[in-house]
């Protein structure tokens, strides 16, 4: 989809707005206060700038609501400049996952943070996606060898990157970067992701209906290892 075609979503689908906003919110509440910029990779229609102003947009490429271009893979900041780096929905985009892993332990300081909201692959989510959506889910590549990944545009994605790299190989992950220590891996949205209908898809409730899903979820809480959408990941830089 466009920026465009994500634009006129946001606006027209209340639940959709109330979903991101809340996952933004919870965003904020796990980012490092150690001096430096924030950094959000991949800002899209930039929305997230509604709950942390002073955040610095980027994209990859020069967008009307980015503040600058960046290339997750080829991060065009200093070493040891940045406080926070936070990505939403652009981890399973990358081709080179470990490109961005070290980019991310050259650039953080000492006590900076990734924070990632991503797709989780749970049994259920699994079939959902592979049947109701557009984007690819691959099991089968090394997450974390360059080599078995090909490259790719920044548009293509895996759908299944996020639980490769950060659950099914989190051990990986930690012995090759000691330095990325990870804080929290949370599994989120049972029913509230995807009665959002997401940006490409009908909204199956309206917006008023959030408070009561988002009790709905906490009741559901026990079949999140089943049947969760989405996942929370946040690393700091040691």
Same mark, same amino acid.
């Given at each position: 989809?466009?920026?465009?075609?994500?634009?006129?979503?946001?606006?027209?689908?209340?639940?959709?707005?109330?979903?991101?906003?809340?996952?933004?919110?919870?965003?904020?509440?796990?980012?490092?206060?150690?001096?430096?910029?924030?950094?959000?990779?991949?800002?899209?229609?930039?929305?997230?700038?509604?709950?942390?102003?002073?955040?610095?947009?980027?994209?990859?490429?020069?967008?009307?609501?980015?503040?600058?271009?960046?290339?997750?893979?080829?991060?065009?900041?200093?070493?040891?400049?940045?406080?926070?780096?936070?990505?939403?929905?652009?981890?399973?985009?990358?081709?080179?996952?470990?490109?961005?892993?070290?980019?991310?332990?050259?650039?953080?300081?000492?006590?900076?943070?990734?924070?990632?909201?991503?797709?989780?692959?749970?049994?259920?989510?699994?079939?959902?996606?592979?049947?109701?959506?557009?984007?690819?889910?691959?099991?089968? *590549?090394?997450? @974390?060898?360059?080599?078995? /990944? =090909?490259?790719?545009? $920044?548009?293509? #994605?895996?759908?299944? %990157?996020?639980? !490769?790299?950060?659950?099914?190989?989190?051990?990986?992950?930690?012995?090759?970067?000691?330095?990325?220590?990870?804080?929290?891996?949370?599994?989120?949205?049972?029913?509230?992701?995807?009665?959002?209908?997401?940006?490409?898809?009908?909204?199956?409730?309206?917006?008023?209906?959030?408070? *009561?899903?988002? @009790?709905?979820?906490?009741? /559901? =809480?026990?079949?999140? $290892?089943?049947? #969760?959408?989405?996942? %929370?990941?946040? !690393?700091?830089?040691?």
């Amino acid at each position: 989809m466009t920026l465009g075609a994500h634009e006129a979503a946001w606006r027209k689908k209340g639940l959709l707005r109330r979903v991101y906003l809340g996952w933004y919110e919870e965003i904020r509440r796990r980012l490092s206060s150690v001096p430096g910029p924030t950094v959000e990779l991949g800002s899209g229609i930039g929305r997230f700038k509604e709950v942390v102003p002073a955040a610095v947009l980027t994209d990859v490429e020069n967008t009307r609501y980015a503040d600058a271009v960046a290339d997750a893979e080829q991060l065009p900041f200093a070493d040891g400049s940045l406080a926070n780096l936070v990505l939403v929905d652009v981890f399973h985009h990358l081709g080179r996952p470990a490109r961005f892993l070290d980019e991310a332990r050259r650039v953080l300081v000492t006590g900076g943070r990734v924070v990632l909201l991503e797709p989780y692959c749970s049994p259920l989510s699994s079939l959902v996606y592979k049947h109701l959506h557009e984007e690819d889910l691959d099991f089968s *590549p090394n997450a @974390l060898d360059d080599d078995d /990944l =090909a490259a790719k545009s $920044p548009w293509s #994605a895996n759908i299944a %990157l996020p639980t !490769l790299v950060f659950f099914r190989r989190i051990h990986d992950v930690e012995q090759r970067f000691p330095e990325l220590v990870v804080r929290e891996r949370r599994r989120l949205a049972v029913v509230v992701w995807p009665l959002s209908g997401g940006y490409s898809r009908c909204a199956l409730a309206p917006g008023f209906m959030y408070r *009561p899903l988002e @009790l709905l979820e906490r009741l /559901l =809480a026990p079949l999140l $290892p089943f049947a #969760a959408f989405r996942c %929370l990941i946040v !690393l700091e830089r040691g």
